[in-house]
């Protein structure tokens, strides 16, 4: 089995756009968030705001999900993006030698407005910062050197460079074509969320482009996302510190 090229990230973090990019080359078989639909929509789930009648998929565990991934990856070299938190009693050296890993960050002043935005009533337990650099810290004792994270504002402010930098980072081919692609993609076909109802701007984007760096300010937003904010940014700056550039 090759290992399994992960992308850890958080949630708002501009991961599924780099996703989309990533199914474009042809070359992976390229999963969305395996182990969050156990982890939201498993026969046991496990999010924090969870209650009686959300929805559940019997036989859909976070065991289930790692032996079809495991299986695909017999097959075919695979692609996995997804979030630390979902799995954090699994970081066993064993577990974690099955994977190439690299992360995605992104600003917590952006990620945190935009989950209120969605989610009013979201957890703290649901934002990944945490363990998103546990997962970080965990790899670099293990291996003795910092796996790979690219920051989303590098990311969109110069597209072909930073996702070059990358995919020589994680030892997979450049394709610059992968970073464009026609208008009008379906993301519900590979997201279980909503039917994809979090990336209607992605359905109707044509690629990876430049954009200019913004600023979200969160002195405004209610003093519950504030102090989230305040909390998460520490992790963000770890993890900003060994960004390529």
Not at 18 to 44: K, S, T, V
Not at 126 to 140: I, K, S
Not at 221 to 230: E, G, L, S
Request: net charge negative; hydrophobic share 35%; with cysteine.
């Amino acid at each position: 089995m090759d290992k399994i090229l992960a992308l850890w990230a958080v949630p708002r973090s501009t991961s599924t756009a780099f996703e989309w990019m990533m199914r474009q080359r042809g070359d992976l078989d390229c999963l969305h968030e395996p182990f969050g639909e156990a982890w939201y929509q498993g026969e046991a789930p496990l999010w924090q705001r969870f209650k009686d009648g959300d929805k559940t998929t019997p036989s859909l565990t976070l065991e289930s999900v790692w032996g079809d991934i495991q299986a695909r990856a017999n097959k075919k070299p695979v692609f996995i993006k997804d979030f630390p938190h979902y799995i954090s009693h699994m970081w066993t050296p064993g577990f974690l030698s099955h994977f190439n890993h690299a992360f995605l960050i992104r600003d917590p002043a952006k990620t945190i407005s935009s989950m209120y935005n969605k989610w009013p009533d979201f957890d703290e337990g649901e934002v990944g910062f945490p363990e998103q650099r546990a997962l970080f810290d965990l790899l670099t004792a293990l291996n003795g050197t910092p796996p790979p994270v690219i920051d989303s504002d590098d990311l969109l402010e110069d597209p072909q460079r930073m996702v070059k930098l990358w995919c020589d980072a994680v030892g997979i081919r450049f394709i610059p074509e992968a970073l464009t692609w026609p208008a009008g993609g379906d993301p519900s076909e590979h997201s279980w969320w909503d039917g994809g109802s979090f990336h209607g701007n992605l359905a109707n984007s044509t690629g990876l482009t430049p954009q200019t760096r913004k600023y979200v300010e969160v002195n405004d937003a209610p003093d519950r996302v504030k102090q989230v904010y305040r909390r998460m940014r520490p992790h963000y700056e770890h993890l900003y510190q060994c960004r390529i550039t």
